[in-house]
């Protein structure tokens, strides 16, 4: 049972573009989200949260939106960099464990 | 560096095979997760502890076990190795027992397993 859904496998922009990538979730009880960004070979690292108290978190060229109504999160990449080609990962904390959703891969035409 | 520490970076052994992944959590975290990173999929969620204890299972098969240790540190056993067991397998660690609301997961490097 995935509760956290990344439905696009890859994305690909232009350099100085916007990426938006996408993430669903199910559990109406979630209520803190989080973002990783994976490079191969490597593990995934933190990038940006937002808690539902909000619907907007900001840092820097990344913004994370969260609908609560449409269980529907977003990250924002402005502009995008060749270096944030990478896997993307949306993962919402709950109980004893973190749900991860399947991944985005975003790669930046320079 | 996240401060979690996971050996062996890669590991490749034939089927039928027994091994041993090992994972040092961040200091001062009490918890160790297990995940599963098999191709083309997302983070599969096998096994929780907490302070030595096991606290959640996801997704582990049988054949597969772990624990956790005094010092903290927290082993991974993959028995009768299948072809399909071939994976990334990561560590990751908070400081609670619980997640929620202001937690995050620090993640080691993984171990890439191949099993032949």
């Known amino acids: 049972d995935q509760q956290v859904k990344q439905n696009s496998p890859s994305l690909s922009v232009q350099e100085g573009r916007i990426s938006i990538l996408n993430c669903d979730y199910t559990n109406s009880m979630f209520d803190y989200f989080l973002w990783y960004k994976k490079y191969p070979a490597e593990g995934p690292t933190f990038l940006i949260s937002i808690s539902s108290i909000k619907d907007k978190n900001e840092d820097g060229r990344f913004t994370v939106f969260l609908n609560k109504s449409a269980k529907h999160l977003s990250l924002h990449i402005v502009p995008s960099q060749p270096g944030d080609s990478a896997v993307y990962f949306c993962?919402?904390?709950?109980?004893?464990?973190?749900?991860f959703g399947t991944g985005t891969s975003l790669t930046v035409i320079p | 560096d996240s401060g979690v520490t996971q050996t062996p970076k890669h590991l490749i052994t034939a089927t039928g095979q027994r091994v041993t992944l090992r994972c040092s959590p961040r200091s001062g975290d009490l918890s160790v997760y297990w995940y599963q990173q098999s191709l083309d999929q997302g983070l599969q969620f096998l096994i929780q502890?907490?302070?030595?204890?096991?606290?959640a299972k996801g997704n582990i098969l049988e054949r597969f076990s772990a624990q956790q240790f005094p010092d903290l540190h927290s082993e991974l056993n993959l028995s009768s190795l299948e072809l399909g067991d071939s994976a990334l397998y990561f560590c990751?660690?908070?400081?609670?027992?619980?997640?929620?609301?202001?937690?995050?997961?620090?993640f080691g490097q993984g171990t890439r397993l191949t099993v032949v």
């Open positions: 502890y907490y302070n030595g204890e096991e606290r």
């Open positions: 993962a919402a904390p709950t109980g004893n464990q973190f749900y």
């Open positions: 990751a660690s908070s400081v609670g027992g619980r997640v929620g609301y202001g937690t995050e997961a620090f």
